[in-house]
């Protein structure tokens, strides 16, 4: 009876049995016997692993891979600095100590596929040929790729980290082929589904074939700095769940993080997008975009911003659409000198009363389609109600109305000047400055609404006209009314002293009254003619929208 896992993994050469399971029956070979039952010594069983290596070696022309499917090594194995493998296969391999590839060199077709490292793994230095790939490995400790090379593609794919794993200085190279091509394996550099359980480092990594990272998880830290994504980056529904960092990469053509769950921090500081860059349906918690550069379209459609998202000197060269984008009562999204082209950034559908725009000096390419700024009944920035930042509200009230106006948009214009101007009446309460200013602004709020609104005006001017006819009217009748007996030269009289309180009547003047009542009439028909102005500057304005 031979050994029962050789036939499973169907080795072409079976090895003797060194033990039978006395529970099963079943017999077991060198390398697929447990690792307490192997009958020697770890150094003795690394040995035989060199000599079978050197065996393949020498029969290099048959082309046979060097097979150690189901292998259990039982301790640490150490392969020398610049040892170079033949074609070889570690799939269904469990690695019970340390397994030490530092510098070695690989053929094509290596394998790791569903292997278990449950010690530390070094690949740092080490150059894969093509097709290699470690589909559903476990890593239980760290795992180092530092500086490793990958000439034609590597995939892997459901792969487990449960340590830390660093691919830092390590590059990706290979043929990117079109998504239509629909493989379990594509040639490219496969992380999908892949499962990082502690931190994880890309800093300096070079991609210089398609890096497909989608639906796996980072559960500690991910650094991609400086990383080189020379193709399509994908990173589709992928869950960062510690900070990350995205620090100077460079995504030369498509980077893809659609349906990315960012429960923490990410920074794509400095990062450079030299192609299109979807964000849709993303959900970030705090995200900074500091002097990053985006050369063509954007999208962050359908996200969700839960907290602060930071756009510091930003460089938009293509379109930007934030379409019906989600918001919370934390949400604040900074524009800070950022420059944007003719292409525009536009927010369709969505909530712009998140937006900080007090430091962005440049709104003429900042366009809102149903996107209302207004909230009960005004326009109102998230803020105003800071006190460190009622004057620059106020200043980017003042741009607002001057883009609108500059679009002959006199509707938006209008609403964005009596914003304006509750900013000013807020800002002169809060610096205490002239009393006067303060009344003489409310006033001009109270009627005409700033200018804007003729009908408030029309009621102030109409209260204006009555009230002297009405005062003078009960002074009369509480002197002389009868209701059976009215006095027309009565009625005449009132009618004739109310006249002299009207501007631009015939009425007599008012030389022989008294000097009071001289002063009150020639004031009243002063504030009956101010508001007429205001009456007609608030309906021209609403004529003009």
Not at 229 to 253: L, P, R
Not at 369 to 374: A, G, K, L, Q
Not at 487 to 497: E, G, L, Q, Y
Request: overall charge negative; some cysteine; aromatic content about 18%.
């Amino acid at each position: 009876m031979g050994c029962c896992k050789c036939k499973e993994h169907e080795w072409s050469d079976p090895q003797p049995v060194v033990y039978t399971d006395p529970e099963y029956g079943k017999g077991y070979c060198l390398f697929h016997a447990p690792a307490e039952h192997k009958g020697v010594s770890v150094d003795a069983f690394n040995e035989q692993v060199s000599e079978r290596i050197q065996a393949t070696i020498d029969l290099e022309n048959d082309g046979s891979p060097c097979c150690f499917d189901g292998t259990i090594f039982p301790g640490e194995i150490c392969f020398y600095p610049d040892c170079a493998f033949p074609k070889i296969s570690f799939r269904k391999v469990q690695f019970k100590g340390d397994a030490l590839f530092r510098r070695s060199t690989f053929g094509s077709g290596t394998t790791f596929g569903a292997s278990v490292f449950e010690g530390f793994a070094n690949f740092s230095d080490v150059i894969f040929g093509d097709g290699a790939d470690f589909f559903h490995a476990i890593f239980k400790r760290d795992t180092s790729f530092l500086r490793a090379i990958f000439e034609e593609g590597v995939s892997f794919y459901h792969v487990e980290f449960k340590g830390s794993a660093y691919f830092d200085l390590a590059k990706f190279k290979g043929h990117s082929f079109p998504q239509r091509i629909v493989s379990f394996f594509l040639y490219g550099a496969n992380f999908c589904k892949v499962v990082f359980g502690d931190g994880v480092g890309f800093s300096e990594a070079t991609f210089e074939c398609r890096a497909v990272f989608s639906e796996s998880v980072f559960r500690g830290k991910a650094k991609f700095y400086h990383t080189s994504f020379k193709e399509d980056a994908i990173f589709g529904n992928v869950s960062f769940e510690d900070h990350s960092s995205f620090v100077s990469a460079c995504f030369v053509k498509m980077a893809d993080f659609s349906g990315a769950s960012f429960r923490s921090s990410i920074s794509f500081g400095y990062a450079n997008f030299e192609s299109v860059a979807f964000f849709s349906s993303a959900n970030f918690v705090e995200s900074a975009y500091f002097n990053a550069t985006f050369r063509g379209k954007v999208g962050f459609d359908s996200v969700k911003f839960s907290e602060r998202a930071f756009f510091s000197s930003a460089v938009f060269n293509g379109s930007v659409t934030f379409d019906a984008m989600t918001t919370t009562e934390s949400s604040l999204l900074e524009f800070d000198n950022c420059t944007i082209s003719t292409s525009a950034i536009i927010f369709q559908c969505c909530d712009p009363t998140c937006l900080d725009l007090t430091q962005q000096y440049d709104l003429a390419n900042i366009h809102f389609i149903n996107s209302p700024w207004e909230k009960n009944g005004r326009i109102k920035a998230c803020t105003e109600d800071q006190e460190d930042k009622l004057q620059f509200t106020r200043d980017l009230y003042q741009r607002m109305k001057a883009k609108y106006k500059a679009e002959n948009n006199e509707y938006e214009a209008s609403k964005w000047h009596v914003a304006e101007k509750e900013a000013q009446l807020k800002l002169l309460e809060q610096n205490g400055e002239s009393w006067f200013l303060q009344k003489a602004l409310w006033t001009y709020k109270k009627v005409s609404g700033f200018g804007e609104n003729p009908v408030c005006a029309a009621w102030w001017l109409l209260f204006l006209l009555l009230t002297p006819l009405f005062v003078l009217s009960m002074g009369e009748v509480s002197q002389h009314f009868v209701l059976w007996n009215i006095d027309s030269t009565k009625v005449h009289a009132v009618i004739k002293d109310w006249l002299k309180f009207i501007p631009l009547t015939k009425a007599s003047t008012l030389k022989d009254e008294l000097g009071g009542w001289h002063l009150l009439a020639v004031g009243w028909q002063l504030l009956v003619t101010v508001q007429a102005a205001l009456f007609g500057f608030a309906l021209r304005n609403k004529f003009r929208r």
